[in-house]
């Protein structure tokens, strides 16, 4: 789950971190309070959507005056903001946070992640703070610093020495870096974070380290937990059709092809998904129904696939073991029934029942296309969809 900074903040700030002062309004009402809450004499208004770029798409402004922070802040309400994580289509800005300025010394970069190798938190950090990480990973790696946390530990003072000397820390900031450093691992560690990151961290003229930007990412799975960070949840900024896939506990994730994608097991969705790609197709999802998925929830399924008006075709690929066969026959019977299919469907399905499911489609007097092989069901579901593409042309 993702947040926007300004809640990002409030988070940090719970546990220490050091933050710029600001407030965020929702409407053109709540613009005047919110500026008139910050001191200047040097305003920052940031338009709160869930991409990265917002500067350089025009959603991050500074402003020396009142007036000039209102004005501003009421033009960005409703404007549609595009970044190079957004797509063309941009993103509509209902929430725009009002924040101090500050005198910038220097911009450093600071983040906390799970390492999916060692399963251990780690911190990286580099003095090439207020651009993006992966850009700087790509141009100078040398300047990135990477450190493993044994999580039986926690941060340790010579994790922080490390951190501070390879970012070339003046001494007098030892003690105040250590504290942001160490309430930082601490929020990411107890809010079940799956990303933390400061950018730019900034070292004040005045000598201070604040956290000018942050981003959080929440590991799903641990929110029953959290009911304080559930509540921050933004729908508006969420994929409808994702939104309503969990509510039938679905995962599913919308892509850019065009051949709709059911499956049961991630590591069984991705093998599906690579050899579309395989037979020169390319998915419109990802879509795992889990191991104990109803009729109801594969009708549920189909509903979300098609949803999408790029769906040319779907291929459904089922490996009976805690799911049967049988099962999957009955949903996608129904699916059919209740729905009505109007692009291609082909179903290779093997496992538990295999026969008995097989039997079913083949009876039940649908349109569905059956594939004896996963390579077969590929190549069959690249074609439909391609003919389909071509007759609606």
């Keep these: 789950m993702n947040i926007h900074e300004y809640q990002a903040k409030q988070v940090l700030a719970s546990f220490g971190v050091p933050v710029p002062k600001g407030k965020v309004a929702c409407s053109i009402e709540q613009v005047d309070e919110a500026v008139s809450s910050v001191s200047g004499p040097v305003w920052v208004v940031k338009a709160q959507i869930h991409s990265g770029g917002r500067g350089k798409g025009g959603g991050v402004k500074v402003v020396h005056s009142v007036s000039e922070a209102e004005s501003l802040a009421r033009k960005m309400l409703g404007m549609s903001l595009v970044t190079d994580q957004t797509g063309p289509e941009g993103k509509t800005v209902a929430r725009v946070y009002i924040e101090e300025g500050c005198e910038i010394s220097r911009e450093l970069y600071f983040g906390l992640l799970i390492d999916r190798e060692t399963g251990w938190p780690t911190i990286m950090a580099s003095t090439e703070g207020g651009v993006e990480i992966e850009a700087v990973a790509k141009s100078s790696p040398e300047r990135i610093l990477t450190i493993a946390i044994d999580p039986t530990i926690g941060l340790q003072p010579f994790h922080v020495r490390k951190l501070a000397f390879g970012l070339g820390l003046e001494p007098s900031l030892l003690r105040e870096f250590g504290e942001l450093a160490t309430h930082a691992y601490h929020a990411f560690i107890e809010c079940d974070a799956s990303l933390l990151e400061i950018n730019p961290l900034v070292v004040t003229v005045d000598n201070r380290i604040v956290a000018l930007d942050a981003k959080m990412n929440f590991d799903d799975n641990a929110l029953f937990r959290h009911q304080e960070i559930e509540e921050l949840r933004d729908e508006s900024e969420e994929d409808e059709a994702e939104r309503a896939a969990a509510k039938q506990q679905l995962n599913y994730i919308r892509l850019n092809g065009n051949i709709g994608c059911l499956v049961n097991g991630a590591g069984l969705a991705m093998a599906t998904m690579d050899i579309i790609k395989l037979y020169g197709g390319e998915p419109a999802n990802f879509l795992d129904v889990g191991g104990g998925a109803t009729a109801e929830r594969v009708t549920a399924a189909f509903k979300i696939i098609l949803a ?86």
Aim: glycine fraction near 8%; hydrophobic fraction near 50%; charged fraction near 25%.
């Design 308 to 393: 999408d008006q790029n769906v040319d075709a779907i291929l459904v690929n089922i490996f009976g073991g805690i799911m049967r066969c049988d099962v999957i026959a009955e949903g996608i019977i129904a699916a059919a029934r209740e729905i009505k299919f109007q692009v291609p469907l082909v179903v290779r399905l093997e496992g538990t029942n295999v026969a008995s499911g097989q039997k079913m489609l083949s009876e039940s007097g649908l349109a569905i296309i059956a594939a004896e092989t996963l390579g077969d069901a590929a190549e069959r579901v690249v074609a439909e969809a391609r003919e389909k593409a071509r007759l609606d042309t």
